[in-house]
């Protein structure tokens, strides 16, 4: 078999060359890291979960007019997507107080936002991908404030249709990270969505039990990170037999 060519490597993920100029193959691991990959794991299914989740989430964008790369899926762990030129910034979007915010401003966690909160952090592992300012982002050139207006744009309209998706069945959007590329038709820049979304990189909580279905199970060990997802793709009608496709056996009476 022709062996791909590699474009980039990342921790839950790699990039191949597409089959078309301006495409590439996304492939989805199984790898999770969590702490700045301090702590890692193999957990068997996780890459074919998000892979069919970042469809259905991207598809959705999609469907109600927010641009993004996704373009479609080609197997149980890869999909087709556009070449952006990823912008090194993680776009954060914060509904609920948890995680890094909680530290950083001695919030508790569970704190509803007074309205939904962007952040962003420059994208730099070396760093930890500290938190950054407009200020920086401009003086340092990683983007424009048409950029910036544009990106917090699309940041609020990614949490208003994924809000109101997992309202609808029961879980909620706590916070996300999404990450954002440039792509050109000719002289004409634009900003898509780009990198993934999953439980990977959203805080999703049961409305009812306060349930955590997100890597923060894994961060944490509170259990099967795998059975985490499937609910929640189980939930939004997506994989209903589970990641690997075969049903559980029934009892027939
Ligand atoms: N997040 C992510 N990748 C990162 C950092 C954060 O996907 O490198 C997601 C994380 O899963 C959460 C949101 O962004 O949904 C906010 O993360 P936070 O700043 O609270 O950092 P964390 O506590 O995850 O280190």
Redesign the pocket.
């Known amino acids: 078999m022709a062996r791909r060519k590699k474009v980039y490597e990342g921790k839950a993920k790699i990039l191949y060359e597409g089959p078309e100029p301006g495409t590439l193959v996304q492939y989805f691991k199984d790898d999770a890291t969590?702490?700045?990959a301090e702590k890692r794991a193999t957990i068997d299914g996780k890459g074919v979960l998000n892979n069919r989740l970042s469809e259905f989430f991207m598809n959705g964008l999609t469907a109600i007019g927010v641009p993004n790369h996704f373009i479609k899926r080609i197997n149980m762990r890869e999909q087709l997507i556009r070449a952006v030129e990823i912008i090194p910034l993680?776009v954060?979007?914060?509904n609920v107080a948890?995680?890094?915010?909680?530290?950083r401003l001695g919030l508790e966690e569970g704190t509803p936002m007074p309205r939904p909160i962007v952040?962003f952090?420059f994208?730099n592992d070396a760093l930890g991908?500290p938190?950054v300012s407009e200020e920086h982002i401009i003086a340092f050139g990683w983007a424009n404030q048409q950029d910036l207006d544009d990106m917090v744009s699309l940041a609020l309209r990614v949490n208003d249709f994924m809000s109101g998706l997992m309202l609808g069945v029961g879980i909620k959007l706590?916070?996300?990270?999404i990450e954002i590329g440039r792509t050109w038709d000719g002289d004409f820049m634009r900003l898509i969505v780009a990198d993934e979304i999953s439980p990977?990189?959203?805080?999703l909580w049961d409305i009812e039990t306060g349930r955590k279905l997100?890597?923060?199970v894994f961060?944490r060990d509170l259990g099967d990170l795998a059975d985490a997802y499937t609910e929640v793709a189980r939930r939004l009608g997506v994989m209903p037999q589970g990641p690997s496709g075969v049903s559980k056996p029934t009892l027939i009476n």
Do not use: H, L, T
């Open positions: 969590a702490f700045n993680e954060v979007v914060r948890a995680g890094s915010i909680c530290q952040e952090y994208k991908d938190i706590v916070d996300f990270k990977d990189s959203c805080r997100d890597k923060d961060r």
